[in-house]
């Protein structure tokens, strides 16, 4: 069955520092996501990308974040400078033909900022 | 505003007993409601969806209802299994990219 797939599993980053979170969504799959979760809270929308550009953000994705699509496959999730706040699991996910198709979550890159 | 609530944090429950999760939903607009489960350090699982225009959906051992009156949600799990252990998240959009997730029900499941 075709999955989401994230690297790394575990980043660990001092603070300022320049983070590049990969993710490889389901290939058939058009739509694409990224999500964050604090430990122990609810799992929070960043952004939505669909044609090679951001379609809807949330306030939390601010000048810091950044996405790409570089290739046909990979799609990247980039923090510019860093802050101990960052520190969160952050999903990638996919969806088929729209937004309100399923979207399917990959297993999350924990991200740690010291 | 928009919000997707979980009215109880924690369930536990007897091996074999049937399980109810339910949510609740502030956003008339929403016409797609899904339901993840997430175990500990892994990403959500889908389990099952239902649209506006459906009020009960089953799949296997698992069963969603949507009463849109009241925008209440559940996710009844039939038979409950170890391995169904895990936080559970309603999820909803409606004419929007994003998902709004629920804060999460913690099921326990004890033999």
């Known amino acids: 069955e075709p999955e989401v797939t994230q690297t790394p599993s575990h980043q660990v980053t001092q603070m300022g520092q320049e983070v590049i979170l990969r993710c490889v969504p389901i290939s058939n799959h058009l739509y694409f996501y990224w999500y964050r979760q604090i430990l122990g809270q609810k799992v929070e929308f960043l952004v939505s990308f669909y044609n090679n550009e951001i379609s809807e953000k949330s306030e939390i994705f601010d000048d810091q974040f950044s996405v790409e699509r570089p290739d046909g496959s990979n799609f990247t999730l980039k923090i510019r400078s860093t802050k101990l706040e960052d520190s969160a699991m952050y999903f990638c996910?996919?969806?088929?033909?729209?937004?309100?198709?399923?979207?399917?979550f990959g297993p999350g890159t924990r991200l740690t900022v010291l | 505003g928009e919000s997707v609530g979980l009215h109880l944090p924690t369930l536990s429950v007897q091996e074999g007993d049937n399980s109810i999760i339910n949510c609740a939903y502030s956003?008339?607009?929403?016409?797609?409601f899904i339901w993840y489960k997430q175990e500990s350090g892994k990403g959500p699982q889908f389990i099952i969806d239902?649209?506006?225009?459906?009020d009960k959906r089953q799949g296997q051992r698992v069963t969603v209802l949507l009463n849109k009156t009241v925008k209440h949600l559940s996710l009844q799990i039939a038979a409950t299994q170890p391995g169904d252990s895990a936080v559970y998240f309603c999820?909803?959009?409606?004419?929007?990219?994003?998902?709004?997730f629920g804060t999460g029900t913690r099921l326990q499941v004890f033999p």
């Open positions: 239902i649209r506006s225009n459906m």
């Open positions: 999820a909803e959009t409606g004419n929007t990219d994003k998902l709004i």
């Open positions: 996910a996919s969806s088929e033909l729209a937004a309100t198709d399923t979207q399917y």
């Open positions: 956003n008339s607009a929403s016409d797609y």
